[in-house]
Nanobody
Framework: VQLQASGGGPVQAGGSLRLSCAAS????????MGWFRQAPGKEREFVAA????????DYADSVKGRFTISRDTAKNTVYLQMSSLKPEDTAVYYC???????????????????WGQGTLVTVSS
């Protein structure tokens, strides 16, 4: 499975940005796609995830109420709408996917088999 992410760039604090990630295929009915991010000098952290069938979602506490993950099942594509951005949201954002991951592992980076290239989001104050 190949993941193609896009949409990063510079934005001012308080602004919005939308990331997209398209998967080349869906390997299972329970196919989950999501986002992790890594800021300079920090560990990679979970942002959000969604199951393509059914649309169940999960978010990191730090982005709840500001970020929305959605999907287009026909295109095997997920979107991350980011609003009210803060300088601390600055990071490289990675798209992830997996067809066998269980719900309790969605926040675990090691549980995802497929990773896209990162896209840099820079939020200036």
């Amino acid at each position: 499975v190949q993941l193609q992410a896009s949409g990063g760039g510079p934005v001012q604090a308080g602004g919005s940005l939308r990331l997209s990630c398209a998967a080349s295929e869906r390997t299972a009915w329970r196919f989950v796609m999501g986002w992790f991010r890594q800021a300079p000098g920090k560990e990679r952290e979970f942002v959000a995830a969604i199951m393509l069938n059914g649309g169940t979602t999960d978010y990191a506490d730090s982005v709840k109420g500001r970020f929305t993950i959605s999907r287009d099942t026909a295109k095997n594509t997920v979107y991350l709408q980011m609003s009210s951005l803060k300088p601390e949201d600055t990071a490289v954002y990675y798209c992830v996917a997996d067809g066998t991951i269980i719900r309790s592992s969605w926040t675990n980076a090691a549980a995802y088999d497929y990773w896209g290239q990162g896209t840099l989001v820079t939020v200036s104050s």
